[in-house]
């Protein structure tokens, strides 16, 4: 098994900046490639970006590209969501997750989930 919590939401004004945490323990952290997900009310969870095993390879959502930056840190087990010039759009339950693949953005193959870190973002 791999646990994964996140940490770093919170309230911030619009063109604000938070940056969100992923821990990782249990298994080997750099076997999975990663990504964050996000939820909004009344919304289906959606795609924001995803990691490949190395951080490499990267893929962001278009409503998030030039404003998030995703990373990870190997040694810490970690992952990383830095967002900037955030809008009240983006308010929303985030989410990391882990994935037994190279890379995906698919919900379907990934195989862990962490519990979701709350972001509001005030106009």
């Known amino acids: 098994q791999l646990q994964l919590v996140e940490s770093g939401g919170g309230l911030v004004q619009a063109g604000g900046s938070l940056r969100l945490s992923c821990a990782a323990s249990?298994?080997?952290?750099?076997?999975?490639?990663l990504g964050w997900f996000r939820q909004a009310p009344g919304k289906e969870r959606e795609s924001v970006a995803a990691l490949s095993w190395f951080g490499s390879s990267t893929y962001y959502a278009d409503s998030v590209k030039g404003r998030f930056t995703v990373s990870r840190d190997n040694a810490k087990n970690t992952l990383y969501l830095q967002m900037n010039s955030l809008k009240p759009e983006d308010t929303a339950v985030y989410y990391c997750?882990?994935?037994?693949?190279?890379?995906?953005?698919?919900?379907?193959?990934?195989?862990?989930w962490g519990q979701g870190t709350q972001v509001t973002v005030s106009s």
């Open positions: 997750a882990a994935a037994s693949r190279v890379i995906t953005t698919l919900q379907a193959q990934f195989d862990y």
């Open positions: 249990g298994r080997t952290f750099s076997r999975y490639s």
